[in-house]
């Protein structure tokens, strides 16, 4: 789950990059538009992760809803940049940073905190 959930923040952070890009530069597009198909892959993913760590892992069925709800924000994302409506698309990407820095240091904090209590 960490390299899952790390993967898709960075993914999440590079198309803010890009973002950035596409304002400033002619061939800015064809990033953001590459790297949201990349962050879609990356979140379908992390989902698969979270439902393979829950079922035969035998783990917490928890970051399941977080997968599945984040997955679906990203669909939501890409339509509404597919739409060019940007009133929504743009504070909708800073949620979602949000939301994968939060969940990332969750992930982070609990591995490290099981690991100190065991020992």
Not at 15 to 36: D, K, M, N, R, V
Not at 67 to 92: D, N, R
């Amino acid at each position: 789950m960490r390299i899952a959930i790390t993967v898709q923040t960075v993914a999440v952070f590079v198309q803010a990059i890009t973002a950035g890009l596409l304002l400033s530069l002619p061939g800015g597009g064809a990033l953001h538009s590459a790297g949201a198909y990349a962050t879609f892959i990356v979140t379908l993913l992390h989902l698969v992760v979270a439902i393979l760590v829950w079922r035969p892992g035998g783990g917490s069925p928890r970051p399941i809803l977080y997968a599945a709800g984040f997955f679906v924000v990203t669909s939501a994302q890409i339509a509404l940049g597919i739409a060019h409506v940007k009133t929504l698309h743009v504070p909708l990407g800073v949620l979602m940073f949000g939301m994968s820095v939060v969940q990332l240091g969750r992930i982070w904090a609990g591995r490290g905190a099981r690991v100190n209590a065991t020992t």
